[in-house]
């Protein structure tokens, strides 16, 4: 992060301000008063999407605090409206909620951390990570780059892992399996196929579970992590099937 800031500092001050010194006197226009600027625009400014489009820093907004469970700004036509997810007694501090964050993103964001923060993540990095090697690179690439869907590129794509399996399961699991392949017969036309096994183990630990406890012979206790082996199964294909509608959306939207 701090790099980023180092070159855009001085890109600026090597182009724009370099130009244009009684636009931008070099006293005022310093590193320290640029990473002023940032820090404010990070922790203050309110963009209406993930690429922060149109940032404003909006006047009162911009006092409240946040809290998990609080509601997050809404956008109306040209205003910013704060709704309350609670009734507020006078002289109570009202919050707001500044999105899923993890502590991470908190604390390189805002400065602040959550004990215990429900939507704490691990970001894996594609190359740094998990590495597309040989064999079969190319066939691996074009794969990824399927289940990553919207052009990302598949050497610097990032993979969030949150608290909740749901958010990630069904995108992690076949990007895992597809970095595994290693004989061309194993590769899937299609790469949402490398989630069928999980179907097939489904079915199997149903079958074997009919077949057994009480009556046959597993005991109680396979007979209990089979159902939890179930449980899992069924929860892992209900991600899925969220996670390929998703992708069909996205595609389907260009
Ligand atoms: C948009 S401002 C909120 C108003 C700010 N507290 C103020 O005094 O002007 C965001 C900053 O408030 C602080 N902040 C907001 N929520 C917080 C929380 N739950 N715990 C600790 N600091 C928080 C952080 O310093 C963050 O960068």
Redesign the pocket.
């Known amino acids: 992060m701090r790099r980023s800031f180092d070159e855009e500092f001085s890109a600026l001050a090597e182009g724009m301000f370099a130009r244009r010194p009684e636009d931008f006197p070099p006293g005022a226009f310093t590193f320290e008063n640029f990473m002023w600027g940032a820090?404010i625009v990070?922790?203050?400014a309110y963009g209406d999407d993930e690429d922060g489009s149109f940032l404003a820093v909006p006047p009162l907004?911009?006092?409240?605090?946040?809290?998990a469970g609080a509601l997050q700004l809404t956008r109306f036509g040209n205003g910013i409206v704060a709704y309350a997810h609670k009734h507020y007694d006078k002289g109570e501090e009202a919050?707001i909620n500044?999105g899923g964050k993890a502590n991470a993103q908190?604390l390189s964001?805002?400065?602040?951390?959550?004990d215990g923060n429900a939507d704490e993540a691990v970001f894996l990095r594609l190359g740094e990570h998990l590495l597309i090697e040989e064999p079969l690179a190319d066939q691996k690439r074009g794969l990824l780059e399927q289940l990553f869907g919207d052009g990302v590129d598949a050497d610097t794509a990032i993979l969030k892992l949150a608290r909740r399996p749901r958010e990630w399961l069904g995108l992690l699991l076949p990007v895992v399996r597809a970095l595994a392949l290693t004989a061309e017969d194993e590769v899937p036309e299609n790469a949402w196929d490398l989630q069928a096994p999980q179907q097939a183990r489904l079915e199997d630990a149903k079958a074997r579970l009919a077949e057994g406890w009480p009556s046959g012979g597993i005991s109680e206790r396979n007979s209990l992590g089979l159902r939890l082996q179930i449980s899992e199964q069924e929860l892992l294909a209900e991600a899925l099937v969220q996670v390929a509608e998703r992708k069909e959306e996205a595609l389907a939207m260009g």
Not at 61 to 67: K, S, T
Not at 109 to 114: H, K, R, T
Request: charged share 10%.
């Open positions: 820090a990070s922790s203050r907004v911009d006092f409240l605090n946040h809290q919050f500044y908190l964001q805002y400065g602040f951390l959550i």
